[in-house]
């Protein structure tokens, strides 16, 4: 019977979780749309240019439905969100649904990637720069890793470019998907976007976890551990780790929100036709459901990215 109570207490708490999540993504997003909506200019006036007459202005707003209120549009986008209806692009009338899969894919594979770079290389250097805490291990090691957080990824990006595409000839300077295959039958494409990511993520991992190391690794237990003889890889095993692995997790979970800002401008410095690209299209062309479609799976995944790290930091205290 206390089973079954636990039980049904942790399935009422998954719920709530997902619940908050959902109203959290909900709200984002039509604050997004009323913004939007906000701005100067339209899909119209994107798609007519500078010498639009307001005649013909007025008659593709009335084509295109942007003359109607834009709560009556909200409503109809959320209408259309709860059926599983991401709406269609103005220009072309495609449907949005296929096109943010295939971008979302490619964006995803690229994300994947990524991250084992940034998880290897940022825990990697935490545990050696935090276990060393004032040597000078420590000091290279975090002035590379503020070096790399304080370089923005475009840069990063075109001095890959420079050393291994014009320089060396190694791979290509542009990651375009060819039209004989996939991006996985090309996979050399993938390799300095996924460097450029790595470089600043890793960095950024490394700053968040290396304080969580460097405070477990002189706590009484792991001094302990070292003054009963023990050898550095199982202190590092058995005592110091299990002690940081909770913040240490909450800090990596904040990865995942710069994981998807830059991989947009990667994606853009490389010509890589993901999600950063669409979401750069849609704005240029004015594309409010495609726009919104972008949107809404950056937002959705960044709020829970934070909600999971707001669990974590939950269990840890």
Same mark, same amino acid.
């Given at each position: 019977?206390?089973?079954?109570?636990?039980?049904?207490?942790?399935?009422?708490?998954?719920?709530?979780?997902?619940?908050?999540?959902?109203?959290?993504? /909900?709200?984002? /997003?039509?604050?997004?749309?009323?913004?939007?909506? *906000?701005?100067?200019?339209?899909?119209?006036?994107?798609?007519?240019?500078?010498?639009?007459?307001?005649?013909?202005?007025?008659?593709?707003?009335?084509?295109?439905?942007?003359?109607?209120?834009?709560?009556?549009?909200?409503?109809?986008?959320?209408?259309?969100?709860?059926?599983?209806?991401?709406?269609?692009?103005?220009?072309?009338?495609?449907?949005?649904?296929?096109?943010?899969?295939?971008?979302?894919?490619?964006?995803?594979?690229?994300? *994947?990637?990524?991250?084992?770079?940034?998880?290897? /290389?940022?825990?990697?250097?935490?545990?050696?720069?935090?276990?060393?805490?004032?040597?000078? /291990?420590?000091?290279?090691?975090?002035?590379?890793?503020?070096? @790399?957080?304080?370089?923005?990824?475009?840069?990063?990006?075109?001095?890959?470019?420079?050393?291994?595409?014009?320089?060396?000839?190694?791979?290509?300077?542009?990651?375009?998907?060819? *039209?004989? =295959?996939?991006?996985?039958? &090309?996979?050399?494409?993938?390799?300095?976007?996924?460097?450029?990511?790595?470089?600043?993520?890793?960095?950024?991992?490394?700053?968040?976890?290396?304080?969580?190391?460097?405070?477990?690794?002189?706590?009484? &237990?792991?001094?302990? !551990?070292?003054? !009963?003889?023990?050898?550095? @890889?199982?202190?590092?095993?058995? &005592?110091?780790?299990?002690?940081?692995?909770?913040?240490?997790?909450?800090?990596?979970?904040?990865?995942?929100?710069?994981?998807?800002? =830059?991989?947009?401008?990667?994606?853009? *410095?490389?010509?890589?036709?993901?999600?950063?690209?669409?979401?750069?299209?849609?704005?240029?062309?004015?594309?409010?459901?495609?726009?919104?479609?972008?949107?809404?799976?950056?937002? @959705?995944?960044?709020?829970?990215?934070?909600?999971?790290?707001?669990?974590?930091?939950?269990?840890?205290?």
């Amino acid at each position: 019977m206390r089973s079954l109570r636990s039980a049904a207490a942790r399935t009422a708490a998954i719920i709530w979780w997902l619940l908050v999540w959902a109203a959290w993504t /909900l709200a984002a /997003l039509v604050v997004v749309f009323l913004l939007l909506d *906000a701005l100067p200019g339209d899909a119209a006036s994107a798609r007519l240019g500078q010498y639009a007459t307001p005649e013909a202005l007025t008659q593709l707003r009335a084509q295109y439905g942007l003359d109607r209120p834009v709560l009556e549009r909200l409503a109809n986008w959320l209408r259309g969100l709860a059926s599983g209806d991401l709406g269609t692009t103005l220009l072309t009338n495609t449907q949005v649904a296929p096109i943010l899969t295939s971008a979302l894919g490619r964006t995803a594979l690229l994300a *994947a990637l990524a991250s084992i770079g940034i998880m290897v /290389l940022g825990w990697g250097g935490a545990i050696l720069a935090g276990s060393r805490s004032g040597s000078v /291990l420590d000091r290279v090691l975090s002035s590379s890793a503020l070096a @790399a957080i304080c370089t923005p990824e475009f840069v990063v990006a075109t001095l890959l470019i420079v050393v291994f595409a014009s320089v060396l000839g190694w791979l290509p300077a542009v990651s375009l998907v060819p *039209a004989d =295959g996939g991006v996985l039958a &090309h996979p050399e494409i993938l390799v300095l976007p996924t460097l450029s990511i790595v470089i600043v993520g890793s960095g950024t991992l490394m700053r968040l976890v290396r304080p969580v190391i460097a405070r477990q690794s002189v706590s009484l &237990h792991v001094e302990a !551990a070292r003054l !009963a003889g023990l050898s550095p @890889a199982r202190v590092l095993l058995r &005592h110091l780790l299990p002690g940081a692995i909770a913040p240490a997790a909450q800090a990596s979970a904040m990865i995942v929100p710069y994981l998807v800002g =830059g991989t947009v401008v990667i994606e853009r *410095a490389f010509a890589y036709p993901g999600l950063g690209s669409l979401m750069v299209q849609a704005v240029s062309n004015r594309e409010p459901d495609l726009l919104m479609a972008c949107a809404g799976v950056v937002i @959705a995944l960044t709020v829970l990215a934070y909600r999971l790290a707001d669990l974590s930091r939950g269990k840890t205290s």
